[in-house]
C-alpha cells in the first residue's frame, strides 16, 4: 500500500473550515483513500472515501488531486468537539489489501 | 444497530492471571480485527478473522490468544502478559475482508484500556 504523510499537528478557530492534507505521491490506480478520525480515548471513526472524484458527506468533503498525489480533508465549520487525530489511510482494492494500517496521523485542535 | 460493543472498558490484571476481552456487533459484519494501541501511537493490527476463521495473525506472542465463537463475537484471551502490554485494545469489524470502496470502512469499539501490574 503507498505510504501517506500528513502534518503532525494542526489548529483551527472553532466555526472556520478546517483542512487537513495528506500527501499520497506513490499512491497506484486501484488505491482508495481513507480519513479515519480518533478522539481522545475512543475508537477511532471512518469519515469518507475516495479514489478519484471528490467525496461529500455529512461529516466532511475529500478533494483528491487530478493526479491523485494528494487530497485534502475539509471539515467545513470545525467545533471543539472535532479535536482529534485524524488519519489518512491508502488502501488498494484486490489481493492482500485486509490490512487497514495507521500512521502517525494530524492531531487537530480547534480552539474557541 | 450500529454498533461495535467491547467489554470491559477497563481491565486491571496481575501477570500470572487470565483474563479475556470481549467484543459483538449485530451489523452482519463477516470481517472482525484486534488491534493493540500504546499512548500516543497509532492502532496496530494483531488480528483478523474472516468468516470466523483466523486469516491473519501479525505475529502477536502467544500470551494472547483470539477467538470467534460464532460470526457476530470475537474474544481475546489474555495470559502472562508483561507489564508493556498495557495498551488500549480495540476491536473492528467490516463487511467483508476484502471489500474496499462503498463497504470498506471499519467500525470500531471503544476499547479496552488494559493495565498489567
Known amino acids: 500500500d503507498a505510504k501517506t504523510t500528513q502534518p503532525t499537528s494542526m489548529d483551527c478557530a472553532e466555526g472556520r473550515a478546517a483542512n487537513l492534507p495528506c500527501n499520497h505521491s506513490t499512491i497506484s490506480g486501484n488505491e482508495y483513500v481513507y480519513w479515519y478520525r480518533q478522539i481522545h480515548s475512543q475508537g477511532p471513526q471512518y469519515i469518507i472515501h475516495g479514489l478519484k472524484n471528490n467525496e461529500t458527506n455529512e461529516m466532511a468533503s475529500l478533494i483528491i488531486t487530478e493526479d491523485r498525489k494528494s487530497s485534502t480533508l475539509i471539515l467545513p465549520h470545525a467545533t471543539l468537539r472535532d479535536t482529534a487525530v485524524y488519519y489518512c489511510i491508502v488502501r488498494k482494492s484486490g489481493g492482500s489489501n485486509y490490512k487497514l494500517t495507521f500512521g502517525k496521523g494530524t492531531l487537530l485542535t480547534v480552539n474557541p | 444497530d450500529t454498533e461495535v460493543t467491547q467489554t470491559p472498558k477497563h481491565l486491571v490484571m496481575g501477570m500470572t492471571n487470565k483474563k479475556s476481552l470481549k467484543c459483538e456487533q449485530h451489523m452482519g459484519h463477516r470481517a472482525m480485527y484486534w488491534y493493540k494501541q500504546k499512548a500516543k501511537k497509532p492502532p496496530e493490527l494483531m488480528f483478523v478473522?474472516?468468516?470466523?476463521?483466523?486469516?491473519i495473525n501479525e505475529s502477536v506472542p502467544s500470551r494472547f490468544s483470539p477467538e470467534c465463537p460464532n460470526s457476530s463475537l470475537l474474544n481475546l484471551h489474555l495470559h502472562a502478559l508483561q507489564p508493556e502490554d498495557s495498551a488500549l485494545y480495540l476491536c473492528?469489524?467490516?463487511?467483508?475482508?476484502?471489500?474496499?470502496?462503498?463497504?470498506?470502512?471499519?467500525?470500531f469499539g471503544s476499547g479496552t484500556r488494559l493495565t498489567v501490574v
Open positions: 478473522y474472516s468468516y470466523e476463521k483466523l486469516s
Open positions: 473492528a469489524s467490516s463487511q467483508e475482508l476484502t471489500l474496499v470502496g462503498t463497504g470498506g470502512s471499519y467500525t
